[in-house]
């Protein structure tokens, strides 16, 4: 990291500058406006004569030369007790900025964990160090989540690579091995493959979610719900789960891919966590300002502390999968971030007797304007 050159003027030298010039000019302002009418006067006596306490016709009353050089000393005096004290109330006002600054040095080089906690009193500048501090915090929680998504992304792809290059070293060295044997194991190989590109379509998935809107269309929650669930029938019959819906309209604006691919998330997590005999029923309705979509399923029964860590990437309830082909940990993760995206409310309820109910409340009134022209 390679430092600024610092300009010749700093800006206390600017600042003390600036309010010695403003004292000056006020000086001379206060001088002149006492001074002219002072040099001017003319004071008069009687005509008899002179008089104790009265003054002639024409003698002048001030000296101007002596007025004038009495200004002038105030005037040279005047400059270095404005300097001295602007440079003072420069140095006073601009103490926050100077932790402000030094701090932000430190932090930049690595010490996310630092914080200005400038306290009181509180003015514009401390306003900013709380503003400051609240970005660094979100900063470095965003860089420990990135981290921490690196490294489940790291360990979620080795895996699958480190079984396709045993199953490969095996099949290679057995001179035994005959052609059924290699067709076994390039299949096994596909597979391995489909599980990574699988994963990787989730990453893609849960990164277009996070990126946020790119556009935003007029589309129905029913109409996307119904065809979300038009292709998901024949999976949730072999799973043996039975897949219900109440889709009334409910217009938003949002991006049409993003929103499918909530609520496709949404579906697939409710028939993969489920048993045989069990239910999914979706409901989409419109409520005032709102349009709400409900996914609701039976299944186990999951604990109140864990449902805020389903919604975060490579979060698994259980290491075993069933259903749709197992998943990543990821459904609900790009739930999450698409609501965020769409600025909608997202809320969770595990029942007692089990299973999980999960409602998205969109903003309906920003469809409205969005269509307005």
């Avoid at 600054?101 to 200005?116: E, P, Y």
């Avoid at 889709?247 to 998330?265: C, Y």
């Avoid at 999960?358 to 022209?373: D, G, K, L």
Wanted: net charge neutral; with cysteine; hydrophobic share 45%.
């Amino acid at each position: 990291m390679t430092a600024r050159p610092s300009s010749g003027r700093s800006l206390r030298k600017r600042l003390a500058l600036a309010y010695a010039a403003a004292v000056y000019a006020a000086g001379v302002f206060v001088l002149v406006l006492v001074d002219v009418p002072l040099a001017s006067v003319r004071v008069s006596a009687p005509v008899g004569g002179p008089s104790p306490g009265a003054v002639s016709e024409n003698g002048p009353g001030v000296g101007v030369p002596q007025l004038l050089l009495g200004s002038a000393v105030a005037l040279v005096v005047l400059v270095p007790v404005a300097l001295a004290l602007g440079w003072y109330v420069a140095g006073r006002f601009l103490r926050p900025l100077r932790a402000i600054t030094a701090t932000a040095k430190v932090i930049s080089t690595g010490d996310l964990h630092r914080r200005l906690d400038l306290g009181e009193p509180t003015d514009e500048l401390t306003e900013l160090g709380h503003t400051l501090d609240d970005l660094f915090a979100r900063l470095q929680a965003s860089f420990d989540a990135q981290r921490h998504f690196v490294a489940n992304v790291s360990h979620e792809l080795r895996t699958p690579l480190a079984g396709l290059r045993t199953l490969l070293e095996v099949a290679l060295a057995d001179p035994g091995a005959d052609a059924a044997t290699l067709r076994s194991a390039c299949q096994e190989a596909l597979a391995l493959g489909g599980h990574q590109e699988r994963l990787v379509e989730a990453l893609l998935a849960l990164a277009t979610s996070e990126r946020g809107l790119t556009r935003r269309d007029r589309l129905d929650l029913a109409h996307v719900a119904g065809d979300v669930l038009a292709t998901r029938r024949d999976q949730a019959k072999e799973a043996g789960v039975e897949l219900a819906a109440d889709l009334s309209p409910a217009t938003i604006a949002g991006d049409p891919g993003l929103v499918e691919s909530l609520v496709a998330n949404l579906v697939d997590n409710a028939v993969r966590h489920n048993h045989a005999d069990g239910h999914v029923r979706v409901t989409t309705r419109g409520t005032g300002a709102h349009a709400v979509l409900t996914v609701a399923n039976s299944g186990p029964v999951i604990p109140g502390d864990q449902i805020g860590r389903l919604f975060q990437p490579f979060q698994k309830l259980a290491p075993d999968r069933h259903g749709l082909g197992g998943g990543y940990g990821l459904g609900l993760a790009i739930v999450n971030a698409v609501a965020q995206a769409h600025h909608a409310a997202l809320t969770t309820v595990a029942p007692p007797e089990g299973g999980l109910s999960v409602t998205v409340r969109f903003a309906e009134h920003a469809a409205r304007r969005s269509s307005a022209p």
